[in-house]
C-alpha cells in the first residue's frame, strides 16, 4: 500500500479584512458556505484519504453541521484553529499524530473554494520524488522590492519576472519533512510566517521545495468583492465541465 494522504483544510483565521461579522469562510458562495466547497474538493479528489478540517473554535459546530448535512465522508474531524496561520498549521499537524512520517499531509487554504481536484492529484503525485511541493502561477505582474526612502519607499530591486511564482495552497508535504521543519520553527523565538513551503526552505534548507503548476481560478477570497469573482469563476469552471451541447 502506499502513503496515506490526508489533506487538512486550515480555516483558523476570521478574515477581517472582508468585514462581515463571522469568519468569511462561512460567508455564502452560489448558496453553499465558502469551506464547503473547499472541502468538497478534497472529498472529489480520488488520491486524498482523509480531511480534517481546522475552524475558528466558536464555530467549529456550525462546520460540524455543514459537513453533515453535505454528506462528506472523508472528514474525520472538525477541530479549532490556531490565532495564526502557523497556529493552525501546527493544530494540523498535532491532528496527524498517529500517521507515519512516510505519509503525506496536505495544508490548504478554507477561503481557496475553487480548486480543483487535478491540482489536488499533481501534488500528490508531485511527493512521489519530493518531500515538499507548492502550487504556484508566474506572477504576470513585475514586482520590485523596496526600502525607506527620502520622500517613501524607494525601489532596489527589480527581480527577473520569469523567476517569480504567486504562491497558492495546496502545499503537500512528507510529514517527516514538515513535522522536522515545525519543529525547528516553534523553538525559533523569531519566527514569522505565512506560508508552510517558506517553513520548510528556512528551516530545512537542504530540502528542495517543488512546484506544482498551479491555476488562476484558484483564487482566494480575502477582500469585499472576491465572493462575486469566484461566483463568476466557479459558474465558467462548471460551463466549462458540461458537454458540448449539454446544461448544468
Given at each position: 500500500m502506499g502513503p496515506r494522504v490526508i489533506a487538512a483544510v486550515l480555516a483558523g483565521g476570521v478574515g477581517a479584512r472582508m468585514g462581515a461579522s463571522f469568519p468569511k469562510q462561512l460567508l455564502p458562495l452560489e448558496g453553499r458556505p465558502i469551506i464547503e466547497h473547499t472541502v468538497a474538493a478534497f472529498e472529489a479528489c480520488p488520491d486524498v484519504d482523509e480531511v480534517v478540517v481546522l475552524m475558528v473554535?466558536?464555530?467549529v459546530g456550525r462546520v460540524e453541521d455543514i459537513v453533515a448535512e453535505a454528506g462528506f465522508t472523508k472528514v474525520s474531524r472538525v477541530l479549532p484553529g490556531g490565532v495564526t496561520r502557523t497556529d493552525t498549521s501546527c493544530a494540523a499537524l498535532a491532528a496527524m499524530e498517529g500517521a507515519a512520517d512516510t505519509d503525506i499531509a496536505l495544508l490548504h487554504d478554507a477561503a481557496r473554494p475553487l480548486?480543483?481536484?487535478?491540482t489536488i492529484s499533481a501534488c500528490v503525485s508531485a511527493l512521489a520524488e519530493a518531500n515538499a511541493v507548492g502550487v504556484a502561477v508566474p506572477s504576470s505582474d513585475t514586482v520590485v522590492?523596496?526600502?525607506?526612502?527620502r520622500g517613501g519607499e524607494a525601489i532596489t530591486e527589480v527581480p527577473p519576472r520569469?523567476?517569480?511564482r504567486r504562491m497558492q495552497t495546496p502545499q503537500g508535504f512528507r510529514l517527516g519533512t514538515v513535522r522536522r521543519a515545525y519543529e525547528l520553527a516553534t523553538a525559533d523565538p523569531d519566527l514569522v510566517a505565512t506560508d508552510d513551503c517558506g517553513v520548510v526552505l528556512r528551516y530545512l534548507p537542504e530540502e528542495e521545495v517543488r512546484i506544482v503548476p498551479g491555476e488562476e481560478t484558484n483564487i482566494k477570497v480575502t477582500n469585499?468583492?472576491?465572493v462575486e469573482l469566484a461566483e463568476t469563476l466557479l459558474r465558467r469552471l462548471r460551463d466549462a465541465s458540461v458537454p458540448d451541447g449539454g446544461r448544468a
Open positions: 473554535a466558536e464555530h480548486v480543483r481536484p487535478a522590492r523596496v526600502v525607506p526612502g520569469s523567476q517569480l469585499p468583492g472576491d
